[in-house]
């Protein structure tokens, strides 16, 4: 009260909504008026950015808070009336002629596509010191998740411009960031020229976090550190659709004649291997939503796409989260729960959080949420009274809950893919990873990073290419499979097709090998390495790789993830190269090479 004649006409408004939903208790340490006077205004800043940035203001905020903390004390079961069951799909084989077919098709939508980049989350499982999108996917050639993303959307629009003549527009990527990764993400595209992609092509839109809550009266928690602050965490990657929203971005893109929007998460290096196949997908099955899966294995931290029917007739395919799958299931029938079947994988396919969405019909029902997503609340009570909480919370948010709102009619697919081939994302520290149960994936880096040799040399094994079988090794508590190290840019590789055609003759890779092609127009043809071979070519350079390679190579030793001494990015990963010897080679004048020792 004794503040209010210092407020302007839009902090009085602010003070308003937080007296009307019962939030006085924010205001009842301040001091006289006259007394940390730029404190208070930055404690009304942040509640008009707390206003703006959730859908419908911070009165909604706290209206469903308390009616979603309503619905957790009583214990209610958010499928009450719904049954679960294995819904089905578009399931893909790697490289056979339907794969090829989707392929081709995706290649060419791929020009009418936008992607989202989800990359907010600080990533507390890993563990990590920087930004996740930063750490190298791989450390053969040291290239970040984030290069290899644009990378593969760069090669993507290359492939639109040869297919379809030149003039197409460049491909939007948009990566959305919070205060924890913002300026880093910033400097890591800008200290490296975006990577080769023009910087007016790349957009970074900050979610930004939400109030926390004290009590089931969602009482706004304040800054343990600053009583005029509210205490704030992250709402969820659920943000990007209302962030997207309140851009414009997607009006633009609509006149600009684009249809599709592709969403993807922060640490998955193999991702891009399946996205022309299940863009080819949506494109022929005219999906409004398209979620990439992978088999599951049961009990795996992947969320289980599920068709849920309710008792009334309503039913939706959906991503049921893997804390929400065990009890469902054993809610309705399934007294195991999650567990796998026969198959050896979970009846239910994983969710990588991939997500194709036509633009159109996506317009047209963010039109009508304004891009809110229904969130979910997870307070750990005190005790069983329900009545507080260990540590406040927050409401929050998943991107994959977005068909959730969609009308029955909506078509809503999935496409399956091998997890060999598309998902290896890196999350788990090495503490955690080595206690990931036996035959269940590790999601860390020393198995994302072994994961692209593996599917690189898979690729290349279906292509023709003679590789010889991974070692099993164990790096960090962790046992791997370990193939020849063998990478290429995507602009060498997009498809199966063109790598088809890059490889000719009898070809063979030992299993020590590491291989590292960087350049468009590199063959090899009767190649046969044993040893380390690292080469690169300009665009109009045209080589030939051929003849008996061999060498020392560079051999794998461990590092114990331990050893300070060594860069956190490295040993994270319980192993690094020693680099002996490598035939290394690099063509910088046009015209046609051959290489053959
Ligand atoms: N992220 C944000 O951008 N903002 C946020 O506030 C939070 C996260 P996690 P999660 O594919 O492996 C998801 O933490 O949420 C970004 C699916 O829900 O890595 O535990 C963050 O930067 C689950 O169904 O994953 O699990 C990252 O890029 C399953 O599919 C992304 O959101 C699982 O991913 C995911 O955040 C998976």
New binding site residues.
């Given amino acids: 009260q004794k503040n209010l004649h210092l407020l302007s006409p839009e902090q009085i408004e602010l003070a308003k909504i937080l007296l009307e939903m019962r939030q006085t208790h924010v205001f009842e340490n301040w001091a006289e008026p006259g007394v940390d006077d730029e404190e208070k205004k930055g404690f009304f800043d942040q509640v008009a950015r707390l206003n703006s940035s959730y859908p419908g203001g911070l009165a909604s905020y706290i209206k469903t808070a308390r009616e979603l903390l309503a619905d957790s004390k009583d214990g209610k079961n958010p499928f009450d009336g719904f049954t679960p069951s294995v819904p089905t799909g578009e399931r893909l084989t790697f490289g056979d002629d339907n794969f090829i077919d989707f392929e081709e098709t995706g290649v060419k939508e791929a020009g009418k596509s936008a992607f989202v980049?989800?990359?907010?989350?600080l990533?507390e499982?890993l563990g990590y010191n920087g930004i996740?999108v930063a750490l190298p996917a791989e450390t053969t050639t040291g290239t970040s998740f984030l290069q290899n993303y644009i990378e593969y959307i760069l090669a993507l629009q290359d492939a639109c411009k040869l297919s379809q003549g030149e003039g197409q527009a460049q491909i939007p990527l948009v990566i959305?960031t919070?205060d924890d990764?913002h300026a880093r993400t910033l400097d890591h595209l800008e200290s490296n020229s975006y990577f080769g992609m023009q910087s007016t092509q790349v957009k970074l839109l900050k979610?930004e976090k939400v109030a926390c809550l004290d009590d089931n009266d969602a009482r706004f928690a304040l800054d343990p550190h600053n009583k005029y602050r509210i205490q704030t965490k992250?709402?969820?990657?659920g943000?990007?659709h209302s962030l997207l929203y309140s851009s414009g971005l997607l009006n633009a893109w609509r006149d600009a004649g684009l249809r599709w929007v592709l969403f993807f998460?922060?640490?998955?290096g193999l991702l891009f291997k399946a996205i022309p196949a299940a863009l080819g997908v949506s494109a022929t099955k005219q999906y409004h939503v398209n979620s990439l899966a992978v088999p599951r294995k049961a009990k795996e931290?992947?969320?289980g796409i599920t068709k849920l029917t309710h008792s009334d007739g309503r039913s939706m395919v959906i991503?049921v989260?893997?804390n929400q799958l065990d009890p469902l299931l054993r809610a309705t029938g399934y007294p195991d729960g999650d567990v796998n079947s026969e198959t050896g994988y979970s009846p239910f396919p994983?969710?990588?959080?991939q997500l194709i969405l036509e633009l159109g019909p996506y317009i047209e029902e963010l039109t009508k949420t304004g891009g809110a997503i229904q969130e979910f609340v997870n307070p750990k009570y005190k005790d069983a009274s329900k009545t507080s909480f260990k540590s406040s919370t927050r409401l929050e948010c998943?991107?994959?809950d977005y068909p959730k709102t969609l009308s029955p009619s909506a078509r809503v697919g999935f496409t399956v893919v091998d997890a060999w081939l598309a998902?290896a994302?890196v999350?788990n520290n090495p503490d955690d990873a080595a206690k990931v149960p036996k035959g269940n994936p590790y999601?860390s880096a020393t198995s994302g990073e072994m994961a692209t040799y593996g599917a690189n040399s898979r690729i290349l094994r279906k292509a023709g290419v003679q590789i010889e079988d991974p070692l099993q090794q164990v790096f960090n508590g962790q046992e791997v499979e370990v193939w020849p190290r063998v990478t290429w840019k995507p602009k060498w590789g997009l498809t199966f097709s063109q790598i088809k055609s890059k490889v000719g003759g009898s070809c063979s890779i030992s299993q020590r090998s590491t291989l590292s092609i960087k350049g468009r127009n590199i063959f090899l043809e009767d190649l046969s390495l044993d040893g380390a071979l690292i080469i690169s070519a300009i665009e109009d350079a045209e080589v030939k790789v051929g003849g008996s390679i061999q060498n020392k190579g560079w051999l794998l030793e461990h590092v114990d993830y331990k050893d300070a001494s060594v860069p956190e990015e490295i040993r994270t990963r319980g192993f690094k190269f020693n680099k002996i010897e490598q035939l290394e080679k690099n063509y910088s004048e046009p015209g046609k090479f051959s290489l053959k020792p």
Avoid: C, F, W
């Fill in positions: 980049l989800v990359a907010g989350g990533g499982r996740k959305m919070s990764t979610q992250p709402h969820g990657h943000d990007v998460q922060d640490t998955n931290a992947i969320g991503n989260e893997y994983g969710n990588i959080n998943m991107m994959q998902y994302p999350k999601h």
